[in-house]
């Protein structure tokens, strides 16, 4: 029989305040491979985690200008090449008419990059984890706050990294077990 | 340590310019500068006085802008009881201030260049309905009533806001506060209107047969833009001189940055809905105004307005960064400032040529700088005079606390 | 610190925005709370009620559909009947919800979080009503995906100079970017319900739903940038609708309709209508739902002010238009506002100044903009007048150029259930939205408490500190 390994360790907070400096203390340990969990984004923190700007603005852009490109190129092709009609006796490349539709092709490709986009970066959805096998985790949705640091780190080591975490302050650290 | 490092107040002394501090002295060579500014634009400009009034009025709808926009802004502040804007309020009202000089800049249009710059209605051929039908408004004499009550607005406003702050440096009693924000939804009511008579009297009727109800929207739109960019450097300006060095932050050019380009993309609606409606729709009385922008060497400034008042600072302003470092946004507000010139020269101007041969023809004249010269020392006399003569920023503003320190998201 | 004059407006500090200083579990419960309870009695009796309009909908569009567009009261010259009155009705009521979700967000107004839920959700609904007018009225419905840009049997493309096309690129966009941004802002409260849920089947419900959200930091930081991103697109967007709504009238040469103010007036209109049904919606709903610590008299001041502020924009652009017409000398733009007044659709002109410029003056006073049935009266003739309003539009069809074509417009009975239909299925969708899901953002309200703020602590004056301190200095001075 398999043994289950260990995912990493689980450490609950009670406050935005106290899990502040405790994000800011794993950090300057040097750990690279863990978290935190929190019910609403907790101002400042990926600072205190000392986390990079996300990316996805340029996905934005990009999606952007992808919209409005094609948007202003069908339009062009229905109206100028495939079916010219004339319409209140205007050119059949009429570029005012066609900036509507442009702006809003440009604005919904955006938006999907934005969407889309954060829902790739972030991996979402992903249903299985091994912190949903917590009993105590799912109030992260609620009133707590959690650090997870996971056993693959290098500096993962179990009796001292809890040593850590209950210096900064955690209320309950427990091991979670891999699925 | 907290990444969070608490900014303290700024103090009397820290914001206020040493006595003799090189900003100080700028109040009389500027004026002197503007006084000739003027006087040689008036000479240079030719004997029929024409070419001078029109480069007077764009320069004059553009400096107007400064005062209006300014206006605008702290009113905005006082009626919202806005807090990230406290650190900036001052200098937005020392620019609120040039609004009475701004009122007297106007009299010499209303009492002297009329007959040059409104031709078609100030001596209407009679058989010219369409300006015979307007003349209850369109004529000399209601033109100055309602300048004199537009002016006379914008002088009691701004003497009271300002004075009011001034209160607010000695004592800070917070029933200055309540006042100025009590009268500030009335302050919005006399700006929208104010400012929609102002740009359809001075502009709009430059072509008595043209209308557009949107007109003094643009108007709005493009001078809220203009000051949002002379805000920025300004702020600049001050930091460079010393004054405010750890106050003023990235944030706070953020946050100017992000009206600037919502004003870029606002005013760029209201000039594309203008300008597609009346192509749309196609009548010859409407779309005549922009056939005159579209012949005689004028389809180039078109162009060019839409690369410099839209295209460029569209996409230029959009990045976080640009707005957050004073070089890069400092380009991005010259940007600006241009544009909006370019922009009042483009509803002017044409209609010059327009008058006389009926064809816009593209022109450019040394009055037209000078001109521009010439009120901007003025006006700038006053900023820098009040600069200097108060400190640069509010004293007791009761939402100093939020101004300082704060983060965007 | 001087003493607070005004509690709810004071001039140093903020008003606490959320009542009775609650902690994140509080404000889990009084959300979460009342969406568990399985007694609901006054949930069917509303829901049945509305479900029982939706079916008068359903029949008169079927009606429609067998019949032709006849049964409605268009004529000659008046083309255009309530279709496109309510059409534009709908659409304009559901910017309120976007102007509060993501206008509001980009001016940093922390109060939104605890009513943009409930009006992202109002604007999605309203939309769907608004979508089905277009579709119906075409006449011929079995050829109705002539209106989207793709290959058919006619080898037709779609008029793309057409303002109405332009609609349905507009509102489609503006329906799927208010669905994600609603919906993206779900994903934490789905993740909250999931994780108190006791039934294994709303728990899979949820859990689906939440995309397996951990309130991972990680993933937090992607989220807010995606969110103010939404929300900066969002912006332009919802100017952009109802802007190309307004073209439908406004790239004609119709007096009256012809008139370059028309974009920007009809999405001030356009929140001031849908502001007037947030506060319809929310002054019941909050009493009923035991929410009036979250949606509090702040809140409701705070839309009140931007329904005086919008209704002054449309009393501008009315003066404009009427300055104009004058200014214009153009004897039939003169003629079709002074016949909008005296002609025979007057009393409809009537009702709309009443309660399009004299009601919302009520807001300048500050006792009358805090008293919750004056606002929930004052509510409902605002949407009474903005419905005239399109209505007063579109009847300037009815006395055009040659008098010998004028009509009068009457509606039929399938006009009337049409309308009052629609409203069944905003209403039936409102419901079921009350009924499921959390009807105010809860990590959004979390994250604005003052115990939210990493460093708040004594003495602070920085920043969003001041909340802290002044939350507690009002809660203590009253």
Redesign the interface.
């Known amino acids: 029989m398999a043994e289950k390994k260990v995912f990493g360790l689980l450490a609950e907070f009670d406050s935005a305040q106290s899990i502040y400096p405790a994000c800011e203390a794993v950090r300057d340990e040097g750990f690279k491979h863990w978290d935190a969990h929190v019910p609403f984004p907790v101002h400042g923190l990926d600072r205190a985690m000392g986390l990079g700007p996300s990316k996805v603005p340029w996905i934005v852009l990009g999606m952007g200008l992808l919209g409005a490109t094609l948007g202003f190129t069908l339009e062009w092709w229905t109206m100028v090449v495939e079916y010219p009609t004339p319409i209140a006796g205007k050119p059949f490349f009429s570029w005012p008419a066609f900036v509507p539709v442009t702006f809003e092709l440009g604005v919904l490709f955006a938006s999907l990059g934005a969407v889309f986009g954060m829902f790739g970066i972030n991996r979402m959805p992903t249903f299985h984890h091994p912190l949903f096998s917590s009993e105590r985790f799912g109030a992260f949705s609620d009133d707590k706050f959690f650090i997870s640091i996971e056993a693959r780190d290098p500096l993962f080591d179990e009796r001292k990294t809890k040593k850590l975490l209950k210096k900064l302050g955690a209320t309950h650290i427990e091991e979670v077990m891999e699925e | 340590m907290?990444?969070?490092a608490?900014?303290h107040?700024p103090t009397a002394a820290e914001a206020t310019l040493d006595k003799g501090h090189v900003l100080r002295k700028l109040p009389v060579p500027l004026a002197v500068l503007g006084v000739a500014g003027i006087a040689l634009a008036f000479v240079t400009a030719g004997d029929d006085h024409t070419q001078f009034w029109f480069s007077y009025l764009t320069a004059y709808m553009f400096w107007l802008s400064a005062g209006l926009g300014a206006l605008f802004f702290v009113l905005i502040h006082h009626g919202t009881?806005a807090?990230?804007s406290a650190l900036v309020r001052r200098v937005a009202e020392n620019w609120m201030i040039t609004l009475p000089l701004l009122f007297l800049l106007g009299l010499p249009i209303v009492l002297g260049g009329l007959e040059s710059l409104y031709t078609p209605w100030v001596n209407p051929k009679p058989d010219d309905?369409?300006v015979?039908?307007?003349q209850a408004?369109l004529n000399p004499t209601s033109f100055l009533i309602a300048f004199l009550i537009c002016g006379g607005l914008w002088t009691a406003f701004s003497l009271y806001l300002y004075r009011g702050s001034r209160k607010q440096d000695a004592s800070g009693d917070?029933a200055i506060?309540?006042r100025l924000r009590w009268w500030a939804?009335l302050g919005?009511?006399t700006f929208?209107?104010t400012i929609?008579v102002a740009a359809v009297n001075f502009m709009m009727s430059l072509d008595p047969h043209w209308?557009?109800?949107?007109?003094?929207?643009y108007y709005f739109g493009g001078t809220f833009m203009f000051f949002m960019a002379i805000l920025s450097l300004s702020m600049m300006g001050i930091q460079r001189a010393g004054l405010l060095k750890e106050h003023v932050t990235a944030e706070h050019y953020q946050d100017i940055g992000?009206l600037a380009f919502a004003f870029v993309?606002f005013w760029s609606?209201?000039a594309?809905?203008?300008?597609?409606?009346?192509?749309?729709?196609?009548?010859p009385?409407e779309t005549l105004w922009f056939a005159h922008r579209a012949e005689g060497g004028w389809e180039w400034v078109t162009l060019l307005l839409a690369l410099l008042h839209f295209a460029v600072p569209f996409f230029f302003l959009?990045s976080?960064h640009i707005k957050r470092r004073k070089t890069t946004m400092a380009l991005g507000a010259i940007l600006l400032v241009v544009a909006h010139l370019i922009d009042m020269f483009w509803i002017i101007q044409p209609t010059m040529t327009q008058h006389v041969t009926g064809h816009s023809h593209f022109g450019l004249a040394l009055s037209d700088l000078l001109a521009v010269v010439g009120i901007g020392g003025l006006v700038c006399a006053v900023f820098f005079w009040r600069l200097g003569a108060a400190p640069v920023v509010v004293l007791n503003e009761?939402?100093m606390?939020?101004s300082?320190?704060?983060?965007n998201? | 610190m001087a003493m607070v004059k005004d509690a709810l407006d004071p001039v140093h500090g903020r008003a606490p925005l959320i009542l009775g200083n609650p902690s994140y579990k509080d404000i889990t419960e009084a959300v979460a709370r009342p969406i568990e309870l399985s007694n609901y009695r006054g949930w069917w009796v509303g829901f049945l009620v509305s479900a029982s309009l939706l079916g008068v909908l359903l029949v008169s569009i079927g009606y429609l559909f067998w019949e032709g567009t006849g049964i409605w009261g268009v004529n000659n010259p008046v083309g255009w009947g309530w279709a496109i009155v309510n059409f534009v009705f709908w659409v304009g009521i559901g910017h309120a919800g976007t102007l509060i979700s993501a206008v509001l967000f980009l001016f940093r107004q922390r109060w939104r979080t605890s009513i943009n839920r409930f009006a992202e959700a109002m604007t999605i609904f309203a939309v769907i009503c608004a979508l089905i007018f277009p579709g119906i009225h075409v006449g011929r419905v079995w050829v109705v995906y002539y209106m989207f840009p793709v290959p058919n049997q006619m080898d037709m493309w779609p008029n793309f100079m057409s303002p109405l096309l332009w609609d349905v690129f507009a509102v489609s966009t503006y329906f799927t970017v208010s669905l994600l941004f609603w919906y993206v802002g779900l994903i934490p409260d789905f993740a909250t319900m999931r994780d108190r849920s006791v039934s294994k089947v709303r728990k899979l419900v949820y859990a689906i739903f939440a995309l397996g959200w951990r309130g991972s930091m990680r993933a937090w930081v992607n989220y807010e940038r995606a969110y103010a991103l939404l929300a900066a697109i969002a912006t332009p967007l919802v100017l952009s609708v109802h802007s190309v709504v307004s073209f439908d009238f406004a790239v004609s040469f119709l007096p009256g309709w012809h008139t370059t103010i028309f974009p920007p007036y009809f999405v001030a209109g356009a929140i001031f209508s849908g502001f007037a049904m947030v506060l319809t919606l929310a002054i019941p709903a909050r009493k009923i739902f035991k929410l009036e610590h979250i949606i509090n008299e702040k809140h409701l001041e705070n839309m009140a002010k931007v329904i005086l502020l919008t209704g002054s924009l449309v009393g501008y652009a009315y003066a404009m238009e009427f300055f104009v017409a004058w200014y214009s000398g153009n004897p039939y733009e003169q003629f079709t506002f002074i016949n909008r007044a005296t002609g025979s659709f007057g009393w409809a002109y009537w009702i709309m100044v009443t309660c399009n410029v004299i009601t919302p003056q009520f807001f300048w006073f500050k006792k009358l903009r805090r008293n919750v049935t004056v606002l929930f009266i004052l509510s409902i003739f605002v949407n009474i007048g903005m419905w005239f309003e399109r209505f007063v539009i579109t009847m300037s069809l009815s006395a055009d150029n040659l008098p010998s074509s004028w009509d009068y417009f009457k509606p039929t009975f399938w006009d009337i259930s049409t309308l009052v239909g629609s409203f069944g299925l905003f209403f039936t969708l409102f419901f079921l939205f009350l009924r499921w899901i959390p009807m105010v953002a809860i990590s959004e309200v979390k994250g604005v408490l003052p115990q939210a703020n990493p460093h708040s602590h004594h003495g602070s004056v920085s920043g969003e500190d001041a909340y802290v301190d002044s939350a507690k200095e009002v809660l203590a001075h009253g």
């Open positions: 907290s990444s969070h608490h900014a107040m009881r807090g990230w309905i369409m015979v039908e307007k408004w917070p506060a309540d939804p919005y009511v929208g209107l929609t209308y557009s109800t949107i007109f003094g929207v992000k993309v609606y209201i594309f809905s203008q300008f597609m409606l009346i192509w749309y729709a196609n009548i009385e959009m976080r009761p939402r606390d939020e300082v320190g704060f983060e998201y």
